[in-house]
């Protein structure tokens, strides 16, 4: 089956500070990736997203590459601020017969940044 | 233009009772999907529907069911609740599935279900 494996948080950064997010997968198919992100009592945002090998996903300052020969899907941002801390989550979607595409969500990593 | 939203915002309800939660999509969505995301993880697919037809289920047991109206928005029902039912639940909306609009998925606030 499928699954998302993400770095366990939290991760205190300093403002301005460089953030990497470390998210591998397992597939069987070929699937799209994606990062969401919880703000506090908040469901999800969807922040970027990617659809094959090597499409570089981008908002707001974060990026993320889908790296098929390392099943990967790092988030990255080059400058965080205060009001970047949340929860992010990395996830892939898959696609059955029926249509149907469920996304499988790692655990989370919060994110924390200090002024 | 409204987002996905859901009712209610909380519940507590006693082991043994039946729920039922309410989602209204993104106009123009006609598709619905329900997570349920367990304090300290990642959501967990439970259904998907579209155009009133159940379209996938995730590993969850029987007790849970859901439905889909002609305005193309939803109800989830859980049976016989359990403890570990309690979590917060998400709506999803998307245009279509699979690859007509199926991609992007907007969820709502979601519903915090405490069972005591």
């Known amino acids: 089956g499928n699954s998302v494996t993400q770095m366990e948080g939290p991760v205190t950064l300093s403002e301005e500070a460089f953030l990497t997010i470390n998210c591998t997968y397992t597939?069987?198919?070929?699937?799209?990736l994606f990062w969401y992100v919880q703000y506090p009592g908040e469901g999800l945002q969807l922040l970027l997203k990617a659809t094959k090998a090597d499409d570089k996903g981008s908002n707001k300052g974060f990026e993320a590459t889908y790296r098929k020969e390392t099943t990967s899907f790092h988030l990255e941002k080059g400058s965080v601020q205060v009001s970047d801390s949340a929860v992010y989550f990395c996830a892939l979607s898959d696609l059955s017969g029926t249509g149907r595409r469920a996304l499988t969500f790692g655990s989370g990593t919060r994110l924390q940044v200090q002024p | 233009d409204a987002g996905v939203t859901q009712s209610p915002t909380h519940l507590i309800k006693t082991r043994g009772q039946q729920v039922t939660l309410r989602c209204s999509p993104i106009s123009g969505h006609k598709s619905v999907s329900w997570y349920q995301q367990v304090l300290g993880q990642g959501p967990q697919f439970i259904f998907q529907y579209y155009e009133k037809e159940e379209r996938g289920r995730g590993n969850f047991p029987d007790r849970f069911s859901a439905r889909q109206f002609p305005n193309y928005s939803s109800e989830l029902n859980v049976n016989a609740l359990l403890l570990g039912d309690s979590a917060l639940y998400l709506c999803?909306?998307?245009?279509?599935?699979?690859?007509?609009?199926?991609?992007?998925?907007?969820f709502g606030p979601g519903t915090r279900l405490t069972v005591t």
């Open positions: 999803a909306s998307s245009i279509g599935i699979g690859t007509s609009g199926g991609l992007e998925q907007y």
């Open positions: 597939a069987t198919g070929y699937p799209s």
